[in-house]
């Protein structure tokens, strides 16, 4: 997985892709879109129990809903303390012919909080083939268990690592900048600044102001990406500053503008 992806992406939403991939293609359709068992509580009921007697590593349950016109079938992990952590249930609405797929999965995540999973409605279910797919998806689901596993640990290990760069990019800001800064004749300030307004933890960037003539002062965000890159070059960016605004004819100031700006496009004459 790109190194961007796990940076930007929550675990949440890592593991709803993952999952989303995965069951959004279970469950099937008839061709001439007729099912001659899906109108009938009792046979549907009777298929489903044949199946769930033949899968034997996890725990079914059968029921029936609004007066025998749905019934589903639900498998989870056998173990008891397992059981929060994974289910899926195909219900096939017998007055529409209408079958659902919905799937839950807690891997990786705080307690209590889970990633839901739900498919489309699968129009004139196949309920034979639609268990069959169920029976694909649980014979595979320990290694897909793995694979999430294994995406939310990547996830927590690249956390950790981009963390700790951060703590080392802090600080060197605040050793070297004021270092640098009170060898060099300017009045200066530096100023951590917090991710949501915060004020603990390793600040998200620094902001450095340089007072410079004419009542002016220059900004620069310094971060853990590219705090490298700019401190050797801060005074000589000043100078050249302060040299452009001396050769100025009129009073300039140099500000970052928002999304909000509107922009006029000039032409130019050929």
């Not at 029936?64 to 303390?81: N, Y």
């Not at 397992?82 to 529409?96: C, D, P």
Request: net charge positive; aromatic share 10%; charged share 30%.
């Amino acid at each position: 997985m790109k190194k961007k992806k796990l940076l930007e992406t929550s675990c949440h939403f890592l593991m709803a892709e993952f999952w989303r991939g995965l069951t959004l293609g279970l469950g099937k359709s008839r061709e001439d879109g007729k099912d001659p068992y899906c109108r009938d509580y009792k046979i549907v009921a009777y298929k489903m129990t044949l199946f769930a007697n033949e899968i034997k590593d996890y725990h079914n349950e059968i029921l029936r809903r609004l007066k025998d016109s749905c019934v589903e079938i639900e498998f989870s992990p056998k173990a008891w303390r397992e059981r929060s952590k994974m289910g899926i249930k195909l219900s096939v609405n017998l007055a529409t012919g209408i079958g659902h797929i919905f799937f839950r999965s807690k891997i990786g995540l705080s307690r209590g909080d889970y990633v839901h999973m739900i498919s489309e409605d699968i129009h004139d279910v196949d309920i034979s083939a639609s268990l069959e797919d169920l029976r694909c998806f649980l014979e595979k689901y320990p290694e897909y268990e793995k694979q999430a596993e294994a995406i939310i640990e990547e996830k927590r290990t690249e956390e950790i690592k981009q963390k700790k760069l951060a703590e080392m990019a802090s600080k060197s800001i605040e050793t070297i900048v004021p270092q640098m800064m009170s060898q060099s004749g300017y009045e200066w300030n530096l100023e951590s600044e917090y991710k949501y307004f915060g004020t603990g933890g390793t600040p998200e960037r620094y902001i450095l102001r340089i007072k410079t003539k004419k009542h002016k002062m220059i900004e620069i965000t310094l971060n853990k990406n590219n705090f490298a890159e700019k401190i050797p070059e801060i005074l000589n960016v000043v100078k050249q500053i302060e040299q452009l605004l001396e050769q100025a004819p009129f009073a300039v100031n140099i500000v970052n503008y928002g999304p909000g700006t509107r922009w006029i496009k000039g032409t130019s004459e050929t």
